[in-house]
């Protein structure tokens, strides 16, 4: 687990000791990622420079240094993330002749991909993102897993084509331009989060989960190669399933989630797992303690004073698992916690669960260098809450009525779905705040409802696909990496193992949703042969911060003293009258919603720093160049 970075000269003003001051410095941005090592690579017409940061996991050794070339191979790689069927291929390619002077799983990336062929992505199991040159050639590939676990983006101007794990590292480009994109700010307004490809600055893309790219740099200008998916996760009703019983299902699907979780066992560091009281987190803790009979740290975070706190059911599951717990309280510091987690993001986020996450990170970080988790049960098999409603009200028409507010003669199942259970902002509220909604973020919600509204899938496999595109990649999985990495910490996460979440996508509905409260039924059936069955319907808490760690008074006057403020930093790009009456309307009783005013003091948290944090990457440049 590491962070890269990756810069070619379009112009050759640099020179070749600008371009290594400038990408040490990129890289050194992200020393929080890989504090146990460094290195850059520069070619030798100083066009083109690779850096990276390393945090240790397999191999401890020098050899495993990157950036890496690999014996007999004209690229150079810098890589980000685990490949955890590293030793199947290695042993392949070994058999082709291909040679190794090290034990990690960086290695073959060079050995796979030296012609730049993309068809290798296939083969690779695990969590990647990274950056292959072939200065020969003049082309870059750049690659990221299906479901976006490790981050990838891309800054181009008439300068520099540029690439990192963390978007901050761009400040160090001397050209660096920061203007806000204002249809990514839509999306943000709309979601709490951003999706992709666009991100908060007009000049940064996403590569997509699933996604690579090949650039040509052999002209006047970069020139896109090649452009595709390799993995896209779309749930159906897959008929080989049909023909199953419920049993030989399970016992596939076990077996799949039995091998994910040895794969992520391997490990030259200390490794544990999150723990919460729910489903996923347990069921991953009890294969590793029942199935493969290993010792296990555990590790739960619990909130004061709240009722909504996980931690005592986080603590029986260990006690009945025989792990051994490590259990943290802690207490909401409301405004402060906002500042501090607006600083470690670096693009916004309004997950309030980027909190507890940040603190659970920390805290594992003391003991262990690696954790698993068990992000990816909700989307891969319907466990949202949100999903249960949708569906009893959609089965109900009158439901729809009483819960949304709408004619349910005309309802469709975007108009139920798509509501405050899934945005933070309807789009016409958006609209509202932002002074019109841009043309492409409307597009982006017709083609999302469309997609929800075409009904040759079943509703709830719908929702699943969209989660997986959007919200699991844009806000689950960001909120997981950036959190964890603030603290040098690895997180893996089993269920989106590839060959367990494509079984899982084919799942017939039936498996997942039993009328009227049983969601990931047949992944509760499988977690109940090891833990009790009558815990597979606790009530799901979740993960956020407890709504009883907010009132109202304190946070609505931070809203008006940050949000409306003369120097606001939102006041630059929302319309100042709504959000005046927004703020005004949130501090009535009775209309306060944490949910929605969260990450718009995160937002204005966030580009608030911003300046500094360029000023000070501008400086390490400088300093890197003396």
């Known amino acids: 687990m590491c962070g890269c970075v990756g810069v070619i000269d379009l112009t050759g003003r640099l020179g070749a000791d600008r371009m290594a001051a400038v990408v040490r410095a990129m890289a050194d941005l992200q020393h929080h990622r890989g504090p146990d090592d460094g290195g ?18 397999i191999d401890l050794s020098p050899e495993g240094r990157q950036p890496m070339q690999a014996p007999g191979c004209r690229s150079v790689v810098v890589y980000n993330g685990e490949i955890y069927n590293f030793a199947r291929l290695r042993h392949r390619l070994e058999a082709r002749g291909c040679q190794f002077v090290s034990r990690c799983d960086t290695e073959i990336l060079p050995h796979l991909f030296d012609t730049l062929d993309p068809a290798g992505l296939a083969s690779l199991e695990g969590m990647f993102a990274f950056g ?23 800054y181009e101007d008439d300068d520099v084509f540029a690439f990192s794990s963390e978007i901050q590292s761009f400040y160090a480009l001397p050209s660096f331009e920061p203007a806000i994109d204002r249809d990514a700010l839509a999306d943000y307004m709309m979601l709490g989060y951003l999706p992709g490809p666009a991100t908060i600055y007009r000049r940064v893309r996403m590569v ?5 790219e090949v650039v040509d740099f052999a002209g006047d200008r970069p020139r896109l190669v090649d452009r595709a998916a390799f993995f896209r996760f779309e749930a159906h009703e897959n008929p080989a399933l049909a023909g199953l019983d419920r049993a030989a299902i399970e016992a596939t699907l076990t077996d799949h989630l039995i091998d994910a979780v040895e794969r992520r066992l391997v490990s030259d560091v200390p490794l544990g797992a999150f723990l919460s009281g729910g489903v996923d987190s347990a069921l991953i803790a009890a294969i590793v303690r029942r199935e493969l009979g290993r010792e296990l740290d555990t590790f739960s975070m619990g909130f004061t004073g709240s009722a909504e706190s996980e931690h005592e059911a986080a603590r029986d599951i260990a006690s ?50 690696v954790c698993l988790s068990g992000d990816g049960g909700d989307e891969l098999f319907g466990g949202y809450g949100r999903y249960r409603d949708t569906l009893n009200d959609w089965a109900e028409p009158e439901r729809i009525r009483a819960h949304i507010g709408i004619d349910p003669d005309t309802a469709t199942p975007a108009d139920v779905y798509m509501s405050l259970r899934w945005h933070i902002w309807l789009p016409p509220d958006a609209d509202r705040l932002l002074g019109g909604l841009p043309a492409p973020a409307k597009a982006r919600v017709n083609a999302w409802r469309a997609n929800l509204n075409d009904d040759r899938h079943p509703l709830l496999h719908r929702m699943r696909t969209l989660d997986t595109a959007l919200y699991m990649p844009g806000s689950v999985l960001a909120k997981v990496d950036r959190m964890s990495m603030r603290h040098a910490l690895e997180v893996r996460c089993p269920m989106l193992d590839r060959s367990f979440a494509s079984l899982a996508m084919g799942l017939w509905a039936d498996d997942c949703w039993q009328r009227p409260t049983t ?31 907010w009132s109202m008074g304190p946070i609505m006057t931070a809203c008006r003293e940050r949000l409306l403020a003369p120097n606001g930093q939102l006041l630059s790009h929302l319309d100042r009258a709504a959000l005046t009456d927004t703020v005004e309307r949130q501090s009535r009783p009775g209309q306060f919603c944490i949910y929605q005013m969260w990450p718009l003091l995160i937002l204005e948290h966030w580009l608030a720093a911003q300046p500094a944090k360029r000023a000070a990457a501008r400086a390490l440049t400088q300093k890197e160049a003396a």
């Open 519 to 549: 969601t990931k039924a047949i992944l509760k059936s499988i977690a109940s042969r090891y833990l009790p069955a009558d815990w597979m319907h606790r009530p799901k808490k979740g993960f956020g911060l407890p709504s009883s760690a």
């Open 320 to 369: 009945h698992l025989g792990t051994r717990h490590h259990e943290r309280m802690v207490a909401p510091e409301g405004l402060a916690d906002m500042a501090l987690i607006a600083a470690a993001l670096d693009q916004p986020n309004g997950d309030s669960s980027c909190l507890p996450t940040y603190l659970l990170s920390a805290f594992a970080r003391e003991s262990v260098t």
């Open 132 to 154: 292959l040159w072939r200065d020969d050639l003049r082309r870059l590939l750049l690659a990221r897993d299906g479901f976006g676990e490790k981050p990838l983006y891309v």
């Open 208 to 212: 997509m989960p699933g996604h690579y």
């Open 40 to 57: 850059v690579w520069v070619a030798p017409d100083g066009r083109a420079a690779l850096g990276h940061r390393r945090l240790a996991i």
